[in-house]
């Protein structure tokens, strides 16, 4: 920093005994000096010879002498015009469309007749078939003229002259985060928002939008998006391990616990290997069988010391998460990838391969990589159905590439450049790109080398470009830091509103226990707006269905029944998000039968407040029960090798009128002590087993609901005021009158608990007892079902 005044007066008190102390530290060797015979204005040495001015530090950068002045950066003379460096905010993006479909007129053996050998190529001097030669040799020497410089200078000089550097990481752990929120927003949030062809979105309803991550630890572009959409994103990583491997516990702009980061078969992260690759694509497709929605690559190594040559080291690189997009995207998915120089044979034949497998590609530069750069970005538009064949020839160059990898052999062309040439279209828009962006990239570096020169020079807009693009980005302009980690009762304030408040009874609140048909009468109106879901044996206070709240990574609390909150054994490991509360049980899930049965621990949601932050409490109880299983989906790890991993589940859900095909679909299991139990199958060949029901009404309590044979349609009755309203025709305002919240729901729920094997028999019965039986609840239900009739 500059000093703002020589006065003494304008200093802090250190700073001012400092000086005194300096001056008169400097007058005491002056003395000395002159007593040895120094003169003023003479230099030191027998012959005066010994230079008058002082080195000036700031010369002496990295490893070089005292004083050496470098005469690099003459290019610019230490001058630079700011009408040379234009602004474009937002950036241009200029789509390559390709309906026609010849992905699919592509044969395995069609494509292998195309690639070229020749010997390992060192130069990019003479590729200048998809660019103007002027521009390459340009590049090429503006890149020279920083051989001198080392990293601190470059590195001042790139901070003080790019427009678009304050920016930095905004409130991500790296600059990557920033390049993704940048490319997003270009793309009209192609990414986060992912539509088809026709403009419909491309996620389901009550579907996760399914990411993957590869070559890119540690994991800025997964940050953004985990920003951008939280829980309601499942992510699939894929990196080298290592010191570059995901940083999970550095996501402070999001959670990362929907996030699943895998090495492949070979545990290492290494995408070059095709048996990593195609256990990447089998571990996704075990989630989501159509595969991604989008996938990002962000690969990249040092190149230091040949810089102009980064193309060539990166071919493979380029082809395999190339490769690897194409194998694990669904149809109409979406791909961004990192890329560098694009002027060989053999880049643009891996472009012109994408260009072939999806509807639309773009090459762009966004704002955010530095203009000085070769960085740019290939984004590719909605997959085709069919590629399997471009597929099979990148999986069998990528295999030549690694048998060649000591040769001096080398694969230089993929594509046949006379069929390139016939796509004038696509020639044409490569030749473009390469010159527009070389030309950025020309007045990029002379713009850092007058900068480096000259240090009175400065980039004033850096300010008003950073809130320009923060703002249109949709980022915070606010600095990084750690999630706050409140106390529980400042958690719950947060998350309960007035629930917690006004009147906290409700949390304690027990359910309402069915010990007979009498307690049934007197509880259910109308069968049809009941429903139920199975809940395991409370073998012991662990068990018991409860309210679980999660402050903070690995900090899961339950509410007991001495109403408070205990944090949950660290045994049992619950990736649950933080600022989530729901109402859940902790229940044992088995595999195998008799000796060889095995037991977990598993967290089954049965209904929801607030989830990741995301308040749901007051949505219709269908649409909880729903964001609950897309929470639990989101979260849940089944196919982790890691034992300590404990399931998170949603609790399956069911029509009370039809609790007799619940009891058809469960069977006994010999548990280990040879005892026979009625148990409920899950989906990953365990099961657990219920000890009773939880039954829940959807329905305010003065509403129920009837069927109106008039009109054929469902409609809902207020039993106090008499108003009906059609399930379709529900005014704006009155769901929330009709459709209980979570609190009503849990305040009202009932609990048929099952204390005798007996109870769920299917014909067992007995006379005067207190114990309700299977077939005392079927025989209510047939009766509310005749008497609706």
Not at 218 to 231: A, H, N, Q, T
Not at 255 to 273: A, K, L, T, W
Not at 487 to 505: A, I, M, N, P
Not at 762 to 786: G, M, P, T, Y
């Amino acid at each position: 920093m500059e000093e703002q005044s020589d006065d003494e007066n304008y200093e802090p008190g250190p700073k001012k005994i400092k000086r005194e102390w300096v001056k008169s530290y400097s007058n005491k060797v002056m003395g000395m000096m002159k007593k040895m015979g120094y003169e003023n204005d003479k230099g030191l040495g027998k012959s005066n010879q010994g230079r008058l001015e002082p080195i000036i530090a700031v010369q002496q950068d990295g490893r070089r002498g005292f004083g050496l002045k470098l005469d690099t950066v003459q290019m610019s003379a230490g001058q630079w015009d700011p009408n040379c460096d234009e602004l474009e905010i937002p950036e241009p993006v200029l789509w390559l469309r390709n309906d026609r479909g010849d992905a699919n007129a592509y044969s395995l053996d069609h494509l292998m007749r195309q690639k070229l050998m020749g010997p390992k190529k060192n130069s990019l001097d003479d590729e200048t078939r998809y660019c103007d030669p002027a521009i390459l040799d340009h590049i090429l020497n503006a890149k020279t003229v920083f051989d001198d410089l080392n990293d601190n200078e470059k590195r001042r000089a790139r901070s003080r002259c790019n427009p678009f550097e304050t920016i930095r990481s905004s409130i991500f752990l790296n600059r990557a985060a920033v390049k993704m929120a940048n490319i997003d927003t270009m793309c009209d949030n192609m990414f986060t928002e992912p539509k088809d062809q026709d403009g419909n979105s491309l996620v389901g309803p009550d579907e996760l939008l399914y990411f993957t991550d590869m070559c890119a630890g540690p994991g800025g572009f997964s940050e953004y998006v985990l920003f951008r959409k939280s829980w309601e994103a499942k992510g699939f990583g894929f990196t080298l391990r290592g010191a570059n491997d995901f940083k999970l516990e550095k996501f402070f702009a999001a959670s990362p616990e929907s996030f699943d980061p895998f090495y492949g078969v070979h545990d290492d992260g290494n995408i070059f290997n095709q048996d990593n690759q195609d256990s990447l694509n089998e571990y996704i497709r075990k989630h989501t069988p159509q595969g991604v929605h989008f996938a990002m690559a962000d690969g990249g190594f040092s190149v230091e010391g040949q810089e102009n040559i980064q193309e060539i080291l990166s071919k493979q690189l380029y082809l395999c998460q190339f490769l690897t997009a194409l194998k694990i995207l669904r149809e109409n998915g979406n791909f961004v990838c990192k890329v560098f120089d694009l002027f060989t044979p053999f880049s643009v034949g891996l472009v012109y391969l994408m260009y072939k497998s999806f509807y639309q590609i773009a090459i762009i530069k966004p704002n955010s990589s530095r203009p000085a750069n070769s960085e740019r970005y290939l984004v590719c538009k909605n997959k085709r159905a069919d590629t399997d064949a471009i597929v099979n020839y990148l999986n069998a160059i990528n295999n030549l590439l690694n048998s060649n990898a000591d040769s001096e052999s080398d694969v230089m062309e993929i594509c046949d450049a006379k069929e390139m040439a016939e796509d004038e279209e696509f020639i044409r828009y490569i030749f473009e790109s390469n010159n527009n962006i070389g030309k950025n990239q020309i007045v990029g570096l002379h713009k850092i080398a007058a900068f480096a020169q000259n240090a009175d020079l400065k980039e004033t807009r850096q300010s008003e470009v950073r809130q320009k693009c923060l703002k249109l980005w949709s980022l915070p302009d606010k600095l990084r830091q750690a999630p706050e980690v409140k106390t529980t009762d400042g958690l719950l304030q947060d998350l309960l509103h007035e629930w917690w408040s006004q009147d906290r009874t409700w949390l304690g609140k027990p359910p309402t226990e069915m010990l007979d048909v009498a307690c049934l009468h007197q509880a259910i109106t109308n069968v049809n707006d009941w429903y139920f879901m199975p809940i395991g044996r409370e073998e012991t206070n662990i068990n018991a269905c409860t309210l679980f709240l999660c402050k903070s990574r690995g900090s899961l609390l339950r509410y007991t029944e001495h109403k408070k909150w205990e944090l949950v054994d660290v045994s049992t490991s619950f990736e649950v998000q933080p600022r989530s509360i729901f109402f859940g049980q902790i229940v044992y899930e088995f595999y195998g039968e008799g000796r060889s049965i095995q037991r977990v621990a598993a967290l089954h949601i049965i209904d929801g407040i607030c989830l990741g932050g995301i308040d749901i409490r007051r949505f219709p109880f269908h649409k909880r029960i729903s964001m609950c299983e897309k929470y639990a989906q989101s979260l849940n790890k089944p196919y982790k090798k890691d034992r300590n991993f404990c399931a998170l589940r949603s609790k399956p859900l069911f029509r009370l009128q039809d609790i007799n095909t619940f009891f058809n679909e469960m069977r006994h299991y010999t548990l280990k002590d040879a005892s026979q139990r009625f148990g409920y199958a899950l989906d990953d060949k365990k099961f657990f087993v219920p000890g009773g029901i939880l039954i829940f009404c959807e329905l305010c309590p003065t509403y129920v609901s009837a069927h109106s044979r008039s009109r054929n349609q469902l409609y809902y009755f207020n039993t106090t005021n008499k108003d009906a309203f059609f399930k379709d025709l529900i005014p704006e305002g009155k769901a929330v009158e009709i459709f209980a919240s979570f609190r009503t729901c849990y305040s009202r729920r009932l609990l048929w608990k099952w204390t005798n094997l007996r109870q769920v028999e299917e014909h067992a019965a007995e006379e005067n007892s207190k114990i309700l039986f299977r077939s005392d609840f079927l025989q209510f239900i047939a009766d509310k079902q005749i008497k609706r009739s």
